[in-house]
């Protein structure tokens, strides 16, 4: 079965950095677009950043400048590293990926993370 799991979140003061990490695992053929999004309380889950298979990138304009999304084929992960956090940027993290499985190939599926919490507060 393929998996997501995001790992790096936590606790960070105003203007701290912190790196996201998502791990792909299972029996994956290729994997396409991958995808941050978050989603804080109360508020409707929305896209952070988007990387291509390429590696062509794309960003909420709430993060440009600030978020840089990453990816390494060989690992099977997706990064992101968050600079210059701001306390509206505290929201639980989802990694998001479109994979092929082997096995089914010549369908694409979409996988979602567990989600990780990252909290920024003084």
């Known amino acids: 079965q393929v998996q997501l799991v995001e790992s790096g979140g936590g606790l960070v003061q105003p203007g701290g950095s912190l790196r996201l990490s998502c791990a792909a695992s299972g029996s994956i053929f290729s994997i396409q677009d991958m995808a941050w999004y978050r989603q804080a309380p109360g508020k409707q889950r929305e896209l952070v950043a988007r990387i291509t298979s390429g590696s062509s990138t794309n960003y909420a304009d709430s993060v440009k400048g600030r978020f840089t999304i990453s990816r390494d084929n060989a690992k099977i992960t997706a990064y992101l590293q968050m600079n210059s956090l701001k306390p509206e940027d505290t929201a639980v993290y989802y990694c998001?990926?479109?994979?092929?499985?082997?096995?089914?190939?010549?369908?694409?599926?979409?996988?979602w993370g567990q989600g990780t919490q990252v909290t920024v507060s003084s």
């Open positions: 998001n990926a479109y994979i092929v499985a082997r096995g089914n190939i010549g369908y694409v599926n979409n996988y």
